[in-house]
């Protein structure tokens, strides 16, 4: 049994994580600021399905509070640090930029100071597709440079990943980064393109289509990417004795145990191929209210996942159709619709 502190356990991923840890008989405890982003009675009923498990604690404290991460980590004493935590969405950081400075900046150092302190086994962070940015070369593999990105969002991600690449060089601190494609499915968040498409089609409003639908994704089914994360806390990068020890098309660094990891599905489907899936699922058409590309979104995202499949044997799967059938199914149940 290995004791795993996760930040983010509220949110969509954190809690399918933390589940996932849960019934592989891990103690999990968790940490979560609530904040009013999405609607909070969604998280408090993740932390309520959590806290059914005995094995589950949980501290309910802002990432930039580094009194109430020190006290919990003190009693708690993990060895591994999974931290999901943070100011989520490309769109919303049009509009806010100065949450993700506080939450994905702030908060994240103190998270990685933490980890330091803690000297724990393994620190793993998200990060997300978005860094590649304005890469056009796909599928994006984790050695592709990825400096020029379009959103604040996306540029607090990349600021992580090198954040933490001089702590694992400077600490010694075994770190995985790990990029995150369009990821959807139950309990996923209402600011999610699934989520109100599912709620714009049974309540008859239109649904806003960008770019006239000429978009592209690598959609990943959550239990999916759960799955490779859990996979890859125990496959924690090792500095490397020489970069000639580094294998063709591994992102470890050559001066520190930390490696970049694509998570994703390897599959690129059409954004209207989504649409009509969602359409079929619930029976009923889409009122489509087709836009011009929003700023800051790319056309396409395509993961090369198979520095992932070579470090845990594993590849996401989960056709977007069935993946799309499993979040109505939980939709209609949980708004009874």
């Not at 999990?28 to 009013?36: I, L, P, R, S, W």
């Not at 090792?238 to 970049?260: C, F, M, N, W, Y």
Request: aromatic share 10%; with cysteine.
């Amino acid at each position: 049994m290995t004791k795993i502190f996760i930040t983010g356990t509220a949110g969509f991923i954190g809690f399918h994580l933390a589940q996932l840890l849960l019934e592989q008989g891990h103690q999990v405890h968790g940490y979560d600021g609530m904040t009013d982003y999405y609607d909070p009675a969604l998280k408090h009923r993740r932390h309520q399905m959590l806290l059914q498990n005995a094995k589950f604690t949980c501290t309910e404290a802002m990432l930039e509070d580094m009194d109430a991460l020190t006290a919990c980590t003190d009693h708690f004493q993990p060895d591994v640090i999974v931290h999901l935590a943070g100011q989520a969405g490309v769109r919303y950081s049009l509009e806010n930029p100065r949450s993700y400075i506080d939450s994905n900046i702030v908060g994240t150092f103190k998270v990685m100071e933490i980890a330091r302190l803690r000297k724990v086994d393994h620190l793993l962070m998200a990060s997300t597709s978005s860094a590649y940015g304005a890469n056009t070369e796909m599928p994006y593999a984790e050695t592709h440079k990825a400096d020029t990105q379009l959103t604040i969002y996306a540029a607090t991600k990349k600021a992580n990943e090198v954040m933490a690449h001089s702590y694992a060089h400077l600490w010694d601190l075994p770190t995985t980064m790990f990029r995150f494609f369009t990821v959807y499915g139950p309990w996923g968040r209402p600011d999610m393109a699934l989520f109100k498409f599912t709620k714009g089609i049974l309540e008859g409003t239109p649904i806003d289509i960008y770019n006239h639908g000429n978009m592209f994704r690598d959609f990943t089914y959550v239990e999916d990417l759960v799955r490779g994360i859990a996979l890859l806390i125990d496959t924690p990068p090792v500095r490397p004795a020489t970069p000639e020890d580094i294998q063709a098309g591994d992102s470890l660094s050559p001066v520190a145990p930390h490696r970049v990891v694509n998570i994703g599905n390897s599959e690129k489907v059409r954004l209207l191929d989504f649409v009509e899936a969602i359409e079929d699922a619930l029976g009923k058409k889409a009122v489509r209210n087709y836009m011009d590309i929003q700023p800051g979104d790319v056309p396409a995202t395509w993961a090369n996942a198979d520095l992932l499949k070579r470090l845990t044997g594993y590849t996401p799967q989960t056709d977007f159709k069935d993946g799309v059938n499993k979040f109505v199914a939980w939709y209609r149940e949980y708004y009874e619709k």
